[in-house]
Structure formats: structure tokens, C-alpha cells
């Protein structure tokens, strides 16, 4: 089982939706918790992130943490074609270095 | 202002052949990671540096994986005796220091063992 799970979809939605995007982790120690964001041939690029439980909000972006279920997600409002690509959440120890990836999932925005 | 920048973009080496895959991270920064990517999936972490020391290489998936950052700048991904397994992108990631969170990837190298 890896440390963090996420659907790989693909997920397509019509311009103008609300998106959400989720992923679970198993390790109760991870501290830090980010999305980015990766267009086709191209690396990832950091969206947002959080420390601990809690919510961050971004523009369109929502990032959302709780750590009593080990759920992280990403709400992405008025969802734009521009928006279509691979999200992947990633979570950090307390005091590491390396990030944990989720497997990433593939959105589609329809216009 | 210059991100990092991986080299070449793309390399298809034939089964057995060394290849060398290079990443220039961005001017100061102190960590560099090596991350690969296999098609559909997320990144996996291969090996950190920080600036010349190499202190976490755990992610290397056999002895034929190999990198090194003598300066504690640009860096080098070795791969000996390439395998059909080892086709992946290779990304390389830099930040400014240890405890910032935020971490800024390459575009990759694309590697295609035939």
C-alpha cells in the first residue's frame, strides 16, 4: 500500500464547475500537505499547501487538510479550461526532506 | 530569472547503455532532489542532496542508479546497464533551503530504453 493513495481518474467536467479533488495517507506522522499542479510534458508546479489540519484558500483554490481521517483536498471553483491537467497531492515529514506523491489525477475541463 | 533546467529533454538509449542526465538547479539554491516518474503515475523520490552532500540516497532502486553534485551545484544522474524497467522521466527539483517547503521541478528528461 503506498503511503499516499489518490484516484487517478480521468476526471472531466464541464467549464464552470466546482472540482474536487482528494487523496488519503496512511502515515499519521506526515506534517506538510501540498497539491501540485503538472501539464502534459511538463514538471510539477506547487498550487498550495498547509501545514497540519486546516483550510487555505487561493483564488479559485481550496486546500483542505484533516488529519483525523488522513483526507486531503483540493476544491477548484469556476473551473477553467486552463485548469485541465494532472493534480498530484504530496505530504512531507515533520523535519524531512523528500516528498510523497500520490499517483495524480488526470482533469479534464470541458468548454 | 532562470528555473532548473534538466538535459537533454529527451534520450533513448539501447538496453546496457550508460546514460548521464543532467540538472542545473536554480543559482543558490542548497537542496536538489531526483525524483522519477513512470507514465500514469506520481513521483518518486530517488535521492537528496544538500549542496555537495548527497545524505539521502534511499529512493536509488538498485547500484546501477547513481548521482553526484561535486560542487553543490549542477548535479548528474547516472544510470549504468539501462534496463526496459529504468523508461521513465527523471525530474530534478531544487530549493532555496532545507526547511522551505516549497520546491521548484524541472521539466525532466524523458528516458526510453529500447
Known amino acids: 500500500q503506498k503511503e499516499v493513495e489518490q484516484d487517478p481518474g480521468p476526471l472531466s467536467v464541464p467549464e464552470g464547475a466546482i472540482v474536487s479533488l482528494n487523496c488519503t495517507y496512511s502515515n499519521s506522522a506526515f506534517q506538510y500537505f501540498m497539491w501540485y499542479r503538472q501539464y502534459s510534458r511538463k514538471g510539477p508546479e506547487l498550487l498550495m499547501y498547509t501545514y497540519s489540519s486546516g483550510n487555505k484558500e487561493d483564488g479559485r483554490f481550496t486546500a483542505q487538510v484533516d488529519k483525523s481521517s488522513k483526507y486531503i483536498s483540493l476544491f477548484i471553483r469556476d473551473s477553467q479550461p486552463s485548469d485541465s491537467a494532472t493534480y498530484l497531492c504530496a505530504s512531507i515529514l515533520q523535519g524531512a526532506q523528500k516528498l510523497v506523491f500520490g499517483q495524480g489525477t488526470r482533469l479534464t475541463i470541458n468548454p | 530569472g532562470a528555473g532548473v533546467s534538466q538535459s537533454p529533454r529527451y534520450k533513448v538509449a539501447k538496453r546496457g547503455q550508460d546514460v548521464a542526465l543532467r540538472c542545473d538547479p536554480i543559482s543558490g539554491h542548497v537542496s536538489l532532489f531526483w525524483y522519477q516518474q513512470a507514465l500514469g503515475q506520481g513521483p518518486e523520490f530517488l535521492t537528496y542532496f544538500q549542496n555537495e552532500a548527497q545524505l539521502d540516497k534511499s529512493g536509488l532502486p538498485s547500484d546501477r542508479f547513481f548521482a553526484e553534485r561535486p560542487e553543490g551545484s549542477v548535479s548528474t544522474l547516472k544510470i549504468q546497464r539501462t534496463q526496459q524497467e529504468d523508461s521513465a522521466v527523471y525530474l530534478c527539483?531544487?530549493?532555496?533551503?532545507?526547511?522551505?517547503?516549497?520546491?521548484?521541478f524541472g521539466q525532466g528528461t524523458r528516458l526510453t530504453v529500447v
Open positions: 527539483a531544487s530549493r532555496d533551503r532545507p526547511m522551505n517547503t516549497e520546491a521548484f
